[in-house]
C-alpha cells in the first residue's frame, strides 16, 4: 500500500509499478539554467536549474517556501526572472505574459483551481484563446465541440454549456486540466493537482497523467505526498531555501533519502516527550449538527489533554471547529464547558467562554495584516488592557510583550506590521493572542502549515508546554506524523462526520487512514 | 494556571516596543504634509487677497467647511472601517426637511433639534441595517437611500420650500459664541477632539481599524464586526441630523435641493486627510486638516472672484493629485532601484 | 444554477415591467399605445446607452460616476463647435464627440489602470473635474436652440422607420453590445476579470488593460449621447444631465449587474433602463407628482440590491452526502 507507506521514515525503496522506460540519454525539452528571482527583502530564488523531459514525469519536490510556487510563476509568464535562461527545445524564449507561456507551450493546472465561476465550461477552458468566425467572432459552436471533445478525451462527463459554479471541486478541476490540454502544450506543470481530491478522483488523475505521459507530454509535477511521488514520478528535482539542492531518477533513490535532502537535515520528527496529566472534563459537545457541513459530533475534552482532528481535507473538520468557535452556528447539538451549558452564538462568546481558535487561514482570519504586531495580540482581550473603554496603550505594550516572549518572536519591534513577518512569526503571534485571553480551550487548526521547520517545531514544543500547564488542547491536522507525535487521543473525521476515534495502541497509520478513506477490511 | 509572564519565562529575546520615535512618526505623516499645504495655502491667501486675513473674513470662512467636516468626522471613521455612505447629504435633505414640517405643525427649538438628530439617526440605522443584517454592500445600498431620502424630500416640498424657523433656531448656524468664534465653529472644534479621542484612543476605534484592515481576522478575533458597522452608520446619520439643523439654522430656509453635491465634497475631505478608501487607515488631525485647506481654497477663490465651480476643478485635482502622487512616487522609487 | 437565476431575474424584471406597463393601460390606455411606447422609449434611449457603458465598467469591478460630466462636456464641446463652424457635417460631430467621450473615458482608465487608483476615486474626481472644465470653455454661458445649425439638431430627432435616429442609435448601440459582450475575446475578458482577476492573470487577461478599455468604451457611449442631448433638447449649459450618473448606475443595478463584477447581462441594464424610463414617463400621466421619480428610483435600487445578494449568497461547503443530494 504505497498510500500507507507515507508515515513515518520508511527505508526501502518503493516498488514500482509497471514498466518504466527512463531513457537517461534523451534530452529535455526545456531547460532552466541559473534562473534567479527576488521580491523586496527575499531572495525566492538564487541560481536554480531545471530540466523536464518529454514523455516524463519530473516531481519537484521542497518545502513550504522553497521556491516551488515562484518558479511555476516563472514558467507560466506571471513572473518575470531577474536573471537565467529558459529554453525550449533548446531555444531561448521568455514570456512576458502568460498568453506567451501558453503560446510556447507550456501551461499549467493549479492548486487552486484558478477558473471563472459565472462563465460556462467551455468558456473557461477556452477564454484567450477562443476558436473565431472568419469575422474575427468568437465561434461558440466550434467552441463547444471542441470543449465537448476534451472533456471525453479525459474521461469526463461534463456539459460543456453548464456554468462552473454548479460543478463540484473534482469536475472544476478537470475543467482545468481541460484547459490546459485545449493549449497544444508540451510542457504541463501540475501544481499539487490531487490536494482536495478524494481517493477516486486522485486515481483518475493519475491514470490522467500516465496518458498525457504517453502523449510524449513532458509534464512537471509538483506534491507534497511522497507516495504519489514515487509512484507516478520518472525524475525529481528538490528545491531547498530557493536553491537546487538535487535531481535524478527517482528510482534510484529512497523516499528518505529524498526527504532529507528536501529539509536538509535528518526526517524523523522529533515531538516533545510528554506525559499526560489529564485532569478534569472542561469541555464536551454532544451531537452537533449543521446543514450541510456536519453532523452528530460528540465528544469530551479534559485539561491537560491534546485531541487530534484528523481525516482527509474537506472532512469536516475546519468547519466543525469554526461552528465551535462561533463562526457558523450547529443547526442541534449542545457544548458545555466545565459544568455550564454553554450557548456560543459568535467568536466574542466562544473567547469569554473560554475556547479560542487558530485558524487554518492565517493570512486570512487569523492576523490582522495592517495593524502592528502589539495590537494584534491585544486584540481579542482590550477589555482587559483598557479601562472604561479608553485603551492604555502601556497595558498593550506589556501584554505583547509578556507573551511574544514567550513565544520566542522575532521581529524587529512591537510596532511593526504583521504582514510584515514570516509566516512561522505570524503564527506566533496569533497564539500569543489567544493566550494572552487566558483560554481553557485551545484550538488549533494545521497550526504548522505553511510554516518552516524551526518554527513547526517551536510550536510543537508550545503546545505540549501548553497541555502540561492544564489546558485544553484541540489539534487538527492532516500530517500523520503530527497527528501521531502530539496527540493522545485523535478523531477520525470523514465526510462530515466522526468515523472512528482511537487512543493508546490502536493509534497507529494504518487505522487513521482506513478511517478517513473508509476503506474496511474487506477493501484490501 | 499561570500561564507566562514576563518572570517565568526568559528565554525569549526582548522586541523593542517601537521602531521609530514619536517625532521620527510625525516626520514621516501624512498630517505633516497636510499642514505644509495648510499653512502655504494660508499664506498664498494672504497675499493674494488684503480682506484675506480680516477676523471676520476668517470666521465667514469656517462656514464653508464646518458643516462637511462634522460629517467627515463620521465618515472617517466609517471609510476607515471599509464602508462608505453617500447618502449623508440626502440625510440632511430629510432631515431639514422634517424639521421644517415640523415648524409648520408648531414646534420650538429644542423639539426641532430632537427631530434633527432623530430622523439623522433613523435613517443611519436603516442604511445600517440593509448593510449588516442584509449584507448588501455600502456603496449600492447608499446610493439608493441618496435617491430614496431626497426623494422623500421631493415628495414633501415639491418646488416650494419651508421657511418661517423660530428666532431661537437661528442661534446654531449664525451665532456667536464670542467675538468673531462662531457656535458652528465651537461645535466643529468639539466634535473634531471628540472623534479624534473616539479613533484614537478607545477600544471603539480600535475595532474600527481592526475591520478596515480584515473584517475576517477581526471577527475571528472577537471583534463583534456588524455590531461596530452599525454604530457607524448610526453615528454617519447622527452627524448628518447635527450637520442639517446647523445649516437649515444658517440658511434659515428647507429647499429639497439642500446641500446637494455634499456627498462629494464629504468624501473628498476625508480622502485629502489621508483615509484609505481602501479602509484600514486614516486619522481625524488629517481629516481636521484637510477640511481646514479646502476652506479656506474655497474663501481664497472667493475673494478673487473665483466662480464655485472652477474651484470644483479644484478639489477634483486635489483628489486625484493626492492618492496619485505618492503612487507616482513609488513607481519611480522601484524604477530607479531596479 | 447562477446562469438560470440570472436568467430568471431577467424574466421577473421582464415580467414587472410588464405588469407595471399593463397595471398603467388598464386606467390610462392612451399609455400603450405604440405612439406612445416609441415615445418612452426614445425618452430612455440616453439612459439605455449609458447604462450598457456602465455595466462594461462595473462587470470588471469599476464604476464610472463621470459619465454625466463626461456627456454634459462632450454636449457643449460640439455645440460651441456648431456655432463656430455651422457648416460641419454631422457625421464629423458623431466622430469628434465619440472621440472626445472616448479621451475622458481614457483618463479613468489610465487612472485606475496605470496609477491603481481606486476607480470611485477616480470617477469622483473626475466627475467634478469634467463638469468644471465646461464652465471654463463655456464661461456659464448657454448655448440655445437658436445658435445651433438645423442640421446639427435635426439629426436625433429624424425619422427613420417610424422612429427617431436617436432610437435606432440605441437599438444599434445594444445590438453590438450584445455582440461585444457574448461574441468577443474583450467582452468574456470584462466577466473574466471582474468574476475572477487573480485568475484572469493566469490566463494571460490584462486586468487593468481589460478595466481601462471598459472605461474607454463607456466614455465613448457618454461622449456620442452627449451630442444627441444637446442636439436633441436643442439646449446646452453646465448642468445638463446633473446627477445622471446615478440613474445610470440605478439601471444596472435593478438590472441585476453586480455591483462586484463578473455577473451581468445585455437584457438585464436594457431592461433596467426600460424600468426607470417607464416609471419616469407614467408618472405624470397617472397623476402622480414628477417628484415621486427620485424615491421610487431610490427604493427600486434597494429593493434590487437586495434580491441580488440573497439570491446569490455564496453557500457553505457541502460536505454531508445526504445534503449533497437534497440540494
Known amino acids: 500500500m504505497a498510500m500507507l507507506a507515507n508515515t513515518q521514515g520508511i527505508d526501502d525503496v518503493h516498488p514500482k509499478p509497471g514498466e518504466r522506460n527512463v531513457d537517461e540519454t534523451a534530452l529535455p525539452v526545456m531547460t532552466l539554467t541559473g534562473i534567479s528571482k527576488s521580491f523586496p527583502g527575499v531572495k525566492a530564488l538564487s541560481g536554480v536549474s531545471l530540466q523536464l523531459h518529454p514523455g516524463e514525469v519530473t516531481a519537484l519536490v521542497g518545502e513550504n517556501g522553497a521556491g516551488k510556487s515562484t518558479i511555476v510563476k516563472i514558467l507560466t509568464g506571471i513572473y518575470q526572472p531577474d536573471e537565467g535562461e529558459i529554453a525550449i527545445a533548446g531555444h531561448s524564449v521568455n514570456f512576458p505574459t502568460a498568453q506567451d507561456a501558453g503560446a510556447a507551450g507550456v501551461t499549467a493546472i493549479h492548486q487552486e483551481t484558478v477558473l471563472f465561476d459565472d462563465l460556462s465550461v467551455a468558456e473557461n477552458i477556452f477564454i484567450g484563446h477562443a476558436p473565431r468566425t472568419k469575422f474575427g467572432l468568437i465561434d461558440r459552436k466550434e467552441m463547444v465541440a471542441k470543449a465537448r471533445a476534451l472533456l471525453e478525451r479525459i474521461g469526463a462527463q461534463i456539459d460543456p454549456h453548464v456554468t462552473l459554479r454548479e460543478l463540484g471541486i473534482a469536475n472544476k478541476h478537470l475543467v482545468a486540466i481541460a484547459r490546459a490540454l485545449s493549449i497544444d502544450a508540451k510542457i504541463v506543470i501540475m501544481d499539487e493537482p490531487t490536494a482536495s481530491l478524494s481517493h477516486k478522483e486522485i486515481e483518475e488523475t493519475y491514470a490522467l497523467v500516465e496518458r498525457l505521459k504517453a502523449e510524449g507530454k513532458a509534464i512537471l509535477f509538483i506534491s507534497h505526498k511522497f507516495d504519489e511521488i514515487f509512484r507516478i514520478a520518472d525524475r525529481y528535482t528538490v528545491f531547498r531555501d530557493g536553491e537546487m539542492v538535487g535531481a535524478g531518477l527517482i528510482s534510484e533513490i529512497s523516499e528518505r533519502d529524498l526527504v532529507t535532502m528536501m529539509v536538509g537535515r535528518s526526517v524523523d520528527q522529533v515531538f516533545p516527550k510528554r506525559t499526560p496529566q489529564l485532569g478534569k472534563e472542561v469541555l464536551k459537545v454532544v451531537g452537533y449538527s449543521h446543514p450541510t457541513e456536519f453532523e452528530d459530533i460528540g465528544f469530551s475534552l479534559r485539561e491537560g489533554e491534546i485531541l487530534g482532528f484528523y481525516g482527509l481535507v474537506g472532512a469536516g473538520r475546519s468547519e466543525f471547529m469554526q461552528a465551535l468557535f462561533g463562526v457558523t452556528r450547529p443547526s442541534k447539538g449542545a457544548i458545555r464547558i466545565d459544568d455550564r451549558i454553554a450557548v456560543i452564538r459568535d467568536p466574542n462568546e466562544a473567547i469569554r467562554q473560554g475556547i479560542v481558535y487558530v485558524p487554518e487561514d492565517r493570512g486570512k482570519q487569523g492576523a490582522v495584516k495592517g495593524l502592528p504586531i502589539f495590537q494584534n495580540v491585544s486584540l481579542p482581550s482590550l477589555g482587559e488592557t483598557s479601562r472604561n473603554g479608553f485603551l492604555r496603550l502601556a497595558e498593550e505594550f506589556r501584554l505583547a510583550r509578556d507573551y511574544t516572549r514567550r513565544l520566542d518572536l522575532r521581529a524587529a519591534a512591537l510596532d511593526q506590521d504583521i504582514g510584515e513577518l514570516s509566516g512561522g512569526n505570524q503564527q506566533k503571534v496569533v497564539i500569543a493572542k489567544w493566550l494572552a485571553t487566558k483560554p481553557r480551550v485551545i484550538i488549533l487548526d494545521e497550526p504548522t502549515k505553511g510554516i518552516d521547520i524551526g518554527s513547526k517545531a517551536a510550536v510543537h514544543e508550545f503546545m505540549a508546554e501548553l497541555a502540561a500547564e492544564g489546558l485544553a488542547v484541540i489539534m487538527v491536522s492532516s500530517e500523520i506524523p503530527e497527528i501521531l507525535g502530539m496527540s493522545d487521543r485523535v478523531i477520525v473525521m470523514r465526510e462530515g462526520r466522526i468515523a472512528a476515534e482511537f487512543e493508546g495502541a490502536d493509534l497507529t497509520p494504518e487505522h487513521l487512514v482506513r478511517a478517513a478513506a473508509g476503506i474496511t477490511e474487506t477493501d484490501i | ?338 | 444554477m447562477s446562469g438560470s437565476i440570472l436568467k430568471s431575474r431577467e424574466a421577473i424584471l421582464g415580467g414587472a415591467i410588464i405588469v407595471l406597463v399593463i397595471a398603467i393601460a388598464a386606467r390610462f390606455p392612451a399609455f400603450v399605445e405604440p405612439s406612445n411606447l416609441a415615445n418612452v422609449f426614445n425618452d430612455t434611449a440616453p439612459l439605455i446607452i449609458l447604462a450598457l457603458g456602465q455595466m462594461a465598467v462595473i462587470l470588471t469591478r469599476c464604476i464610472d460616476l463621470s459619465v454625466a460630466a463626461n456627456l454634459a462636456l462632450t454636449g457643449m464641446a460640439v455645440a460651441m463647435l456648431n456655432t463656430m463652424l455651422p457648416g460641419l457635417p454631422v457625421p464629423v460631430i458623431l466622430a469628434i464627440a465619440l472621440t472626445l467621450g472616448a479621451v475622458m473615458g481614457l483618463v479613468n482608465g489610465l487612472l485606475v489602470w496605470k496609477l491603481d487608483i481606486p476607480p470611485i476615486v477616480v470617477t469622483l474626481g473626475t466627475m467634478t473635474i469634467y463638469r468644471g472644465i465646461i464652465f471654463l470653455i463655456s464661461g456659464g454661458e448657454w448655448i440655445n436652440a437658436h445658435e445651433m445649425s438645423d442640421a446639427f439638431k435635426a439629426f436625433p430627432r429624424e425619422v427613420v422607420f417610424g422612429l427617431p435616429v436617436l432610437s435606432w442609435i440605441a437599438i444599434l448601440v445594444v445590438a453590438c453590445f450584445a455582440l461585444l459582450i457574448s461574441r468577443t475575446p474583450l467582452g468574456r475578458a470584462f466577466f473574466a476579470v471582474g468574476g475572477n482577476p487573480h485568475a484572469a492573470v493566469y490566463t494571460g487577461i490584462n486586468v487593468g488593460l481589460t478595466q481601462c478599455a471598459a472605461y474607454v468604451i463607456s466614455g465613448a457611449l457618454a461622449g456620442l449621447t452627449g451630442y444627441l442631448w444637446v442636439a436633441r433638447y436643442a439646449v446646452a449649459y453646465v448642468d445638463i444631465a446633473g446627477g445622471f450618473e446615478l440613474e445610470v448606475v440605478a439601471a444596472c443595478v435593478i438590472g441585476g449587474i453586480s455591483i462586484a463584477g463578473g455577473i451581468g447581462s445585455v437584457g438585464g441594464a436594457l431592461l433596467g433602463a426600460l424600468f426607470l424610463g417607464i416609471v419616469k414617463n407614467a408618472l405624470p400621466v397617472i397623476n402622480i407628482s414628477p417628484f415621486w421619480q427620485l424615491a421610487i428610483s431610490g427604493s427600486a435600487i434597494i429593493i434590487a440590491v437586495a434580491f441580488n445578494v440573497t439570491s446569490s449568497r455564496p453557500k457553505g461547503r457541502v460536505i454531508l452526502k445526504k445534503a449533497e443530494h437534497a440540494t
Open chain 2, 1 to 338: 494556571m499561570s500561564l507566562a509572564t514576563s518572570e517565568t519565562s526568559a528565554t525569549g529575546r526582548q522586541i523593542p516596543d517601537r521602531l521609530k520615535s514619536a517625532m521620527q512618526r510625525f516626520l514621516g505623516s501624512w498630517e505633516l504634509l497636510l499642514l505644509v499645504v495648510a499653512v502655504a495655502v494660508f499664506t498664498i491667501n494672504s497675499f493674494a487677497s488684503p480682506y484675506f486675513l480680516d477676523p471676520w473674513n476668517l470666521s465667514d470662512a469656517t462656514f464653508n467647511f464646518t458643516e462637511k467636516a462634522m460629517i467627515a468626522f463620521a465618515m472617517a471613521l466609517l471609510i476607515i472601517s471599509g464602508e462608505i455612505d453617500l447618502s449623508v447629504a440626502s440625510i440632511i435633505a430629510i432631515a431639514s426637511t422634517a424639521m421644517g414640517f415640523a415648524v409648520q405643525m408648531g414646534a420650538d427649538t429644542p423639539v426641532l433639534v430632537l427631530i434633527g438628530l432623530g430622523v439623522g439617526l433613523a435613517c443611519g440605522a436603516f442604511n445600517g441595517v440593509l448593510v449588516t443584517r442584509l449584507g448588501l454592500p455600502s456603496i449600492v445600498v447608499t446610493i439608493g437611500t441618496m435617491s430614496l431620502f431626497r426623494g422623500l424630500s421631493y415628495i414633501v416640498l415639491g418646488d416650494k420650500a419651508y421657511t418661517g424657523y423660530p428666532p431661537g433656531f437661528a442661534f446654531f448656524g449664525q451665532g456667536y459664541v464670542w467675538w468673531v468664534i462662531s457656535f458652528e465653529f465651537v461645535l466643529f472644534a468639539f466634535l473634531a477632539i471628540v472623534f479624534a479621542v473616539l479613533l484614537h484612543r478607545t477600544t471603539f476605534g480600535r475595532a474600527v481599524y481592526s475591520i478596515g484592515n480584515n473584517p475576517v481576522g477581526a471577527l475571528f478575533s472577537g471583534i463583534r464586526v456588524p455590531r461596530v458597522k452599525f454604530a457607524l452608520f448610526l453615528l454617519t446619520g447622527l452627524m448628518s441630523g447635527v450637520a442639517a439643523i446647523c445649516l437649515t439654522s444658517r440658511l434659515g430656509a428647507t429647499r429639497p435641493s439642500i446641500a446637494f453635491g455634499w456627498e462629494l465634497e464629504v468624501v473628498t475631505m476625508v480622502v485629502l486627510g489621508g483615509v484609505s478608501i481602501l479602509g484600514g487607515a486614516g486619522s481625524i488631525p488629517g481629516v481636521v486638516i484637510a477640511a481646514f485647506i479646502m476652506g479656506m481654497v474655497t474663501f481664497g477663490f472667493g475673494l478673487l472672484n473665483v466662480p464655485g465651480i472652477v474651484m470644483s476643478i479644484f478639489i477634483g485635482l486635489l483628489l486625484i493629485a493626492v492618492i496619485a502622487l505618492p503612487r507616482i512616487a513609488r513607481q519611480v522609487m522601484a524604477r530607479r532601484k531596479a
